[in-house]
Each structure stands twice: as C-alpha cells, then as structure tokens.
C-alpha cells in the first residue's frame, strides 16, 4: 500500500482550577467553545476600555479536539488514542505525546491514577484485546520498554540499576536503545504494575508550579509483531512500534522561580523541548515539506521521536494548559506551539519485516522446483513408456535412457539448470 501523507492530530485539554490557584484568587481564562475551539483571555484586559479591540491579546485557537474539565479519562482516550491500537497491530507506527507546562496533567493524561488511569492502561488494555480477537488467523507479540531522558541522557524505568543507555540507529534506519529492558506479557495490569513502580524511579522533584513535577522525558515504548498464520510458507510479518510520552514541563526557568539545580535542569529540559520546537517549526513550514532541513539530532528526545514527528508515525500531540489567570503567559505560548504543530505532516506506512520478504521468495522458488520435480517426472514416466514399447533394443536404449534421466535429474548437490516448466 502507498505511503499517505497524515496531519499531526492536535487536542488540547484544559485541567481543572486547582487549589493553589484559587488561593491566589486566580479567575479561568481558558474556555472551551464547543468541540473545537479555546478561547484564552487576556487577564489584564479591561472589557470597559474603549481600545480594548485594537490592542487585545484574546486569542481564539481550533484543534482537532479540546477538552475542559468536564472530560473523562476516557473522553480523553477515546478521542485521542483509540484508533490508533488497530493500525499499531496491523504493522504502523503511532505516537502520543502530552506536552504542556509543569503542573498542566500530562502524567494526568497518560498514566492516571489506580481509579482513573490513563492513556497508557486503556491502550493496553484495548490493545490486548483485540490480539485476542485476531487469535486463530495471526501470532502476536507485544513487547514494551519504558525509559526517562533526564538531563540528556536515557535510563531504564524498568531497570534503573543498568545506568545510562545509548540511542542506535540499526539497518532499517529505525531507532533503537542499546540495553533496554523488554518486557513480554499480555497483562495491562501487569504492565500497569510496573509503569507505576517504573514512575517512581522517575526523576521527580518540587518545583514552584508542581510539588511532584517529573523533570524527565518518560518514553513508554510498544512493539507488536503480528505472524500472519497462513496455511504455506506465504507469511507475513508486520511491525508495529507505539510511543506514549509524557514530555517534561515545558515552562521557563524564569516563570517558575526555579534557581539552582532547578534552573540548570530547566535548561536541559528546554533544550530538548528547544530541539523539539525547532523541529516543529522546521516541519510546519510549508505543510512539513521535506525539503526543509529539519535537524532530529540536536537533542535525545528528538532522535527518538524522529519517526513520530517527520517520519512514518500516525501522531497525536495532547497539549495541556491550566485554565489559570495567572498562568496566562505559559497557556498562550504552549497555545501557539500547538497551533503550529497542527501543520506536520507524516508520511505512513506498514511495516513489512525483511524476513517477510525472504519468506515470500522461497515461497517461490518452492513453487519453481515442486513445477521442475513434476516436469522431469513425467518426462521419465515417457521414457519408461517408451523403453516398454520398444524391448528389442533394450541393451542400447537402457543405458541412453539411463544417462538421459541422470542428466535432467542432475546429481546430488548439482541442480540441474531449470528448464521451462
Ligand atoms: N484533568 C484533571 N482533572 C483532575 N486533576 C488533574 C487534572 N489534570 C491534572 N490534575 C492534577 O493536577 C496535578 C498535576 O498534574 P500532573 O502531575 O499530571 O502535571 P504534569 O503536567 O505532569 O506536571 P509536570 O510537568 O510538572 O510533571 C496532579 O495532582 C493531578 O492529579
């Protein structure tokens, strides 16, 4: 099938005041208008002033969807995440990410909590599913990897004692980490488990926006093999890889009274996101044309997201704001990347193992030697016919007879050449 070109599927949510900020006496700015529409007002505008139209910073934004407080964990899943599990089976790739500033529900969105998880369990759980169904037709395996990128560099959440891991790029071009553990296992509870324990190792400290804000990039990676069991050696093997990521805040050292430690990493955070937007903003020109130079290397994050954002991905960006008066500054900025990012496109396509491929040329050339086996089977079935019908000349015949049916036989361990069938 061709490869089609697929826009980047943006929804924005909008969380609920928290307390915090009621304290503050902040009033909701953010207001979702029907299905697809936000509306963010400016704080310190006066609806009186007679100028307000000339200078106002009220801005309208549409994305693919917007959800506000009202929605569920599964109103979110369902519109953003769901159609992707049939395709990640059947051998495409798909990525979800959550971006927003810190304290905005990303970890929220994608990991919940025990009585309402996320996009992570429900994925799994639709996920696992609908291998059961295929069960009977297809073999399927699904493996899964979960890793953060702190600072620049990549840990296993499953296994933290195995140190810093590298990014490798293999034959097909397609990114892998070196080390990495895999886990097998068809249970979404099971793997719950371990997201849950594999979050704590996160890097995960206070911030003035967050008291527990993840200060990492936490990648949660699917991979499904799907064995077509088919009746003669004509099987296919389809690769489908999935990303769930749930990116650091993306908030300015300075917005967040961050010193320290804080600003130091807040730097390293930005120049992942710094890369990420670049390659936004790279991609979004001109509809995500190719011809535009778009550098994934610059930073961990984007070389891991390479495919998802300019590659072979079908793409969904869950951007969070809170619906804070006094967060109108980071809504707004967070409001415009978004917006950009609705311009990527992707090109998708199925992947087909190589191994497939083999699989499919011996299929053919079993077929060519089983034509060859029953061609030279009947020519010798004439030749006996035909010593039988002549027995005077048996001596003669016999051996000619014999040495024509070891010629096109040929001996073992030296193919005959294959004549037409
Ligand atoms: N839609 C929501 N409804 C109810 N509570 C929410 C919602 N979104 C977020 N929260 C709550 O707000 C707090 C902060 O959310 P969360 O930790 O998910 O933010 P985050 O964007 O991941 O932050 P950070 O980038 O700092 O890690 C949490 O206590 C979370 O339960």
Known sequence: MEPKDQPLTVALRIRPLNDAELEEGATVIAHKMGDQMVVLMDPDEDPEDPLRTQRSREKTFIFDTVFDQQASQEDVYLATTQHLVEGVISGYNATVFAYGPSGTGKTHTMLGMDAEPGIYLRTLSDLFQAIEETRGHADCSVSISYLEIYNEVIRDLLNPASGFLDLREDARGTIQIAGITEVSTSNAQEIMQLLTKGNRQRTQEPTATNKTSSRSHAVLQVTVRQRSRGTDLAEEVHVGRLF????????????????????????????????????????????????????????????????????????????????????????????????????????????????????????????????????????????????????????????????????SLGRPGRPAPLGPP
């Open 244 to 407: 769930m990521v749930d990116l650091a805040g993306s908030e300015r050292a300075s917005q967040t009274q961050n010193r320290g430690k804080r600003m130091k990493e807040g730097a390293h955070i930005n120049r992942s996101l710094l890369a990420l937007g670049n390659c936004i903003n790279a991609l979004s020109e001109k509809g995500g044309s190719r011809a535009q130079y778009v550098n994934f290397r610059d930073s961990k994050l984007t070389r891991l997201l390479k495919d998802a954002l300019g590659g072979n991905s079908r793409t969904v960006m869950v951007a969070h704001i809170s619906p804070a008066s006094t967060h109108f500054e980071e809504s707004r900025t967070t409001l415009l990347y978004a917006y950009r990012a609705k311009n990527i496109k992707t090109r998708v396509k199925r992947n087909l193992l190589n191994v497939s491929y083999r699989i499919a040329q011996y299929t053919h050339v079993i077929s060519d030697l089983r034509g060859e086996i029953e061609r030279l089977k009947s020519k010798l079935e004439q030749q006996e016919k035909e010593k039988r019908r002549e027995p005077g000349v048996r001596g003669a015949q016999g051996r000619a007879g014999h040495t024509a049916g070891a010629t």
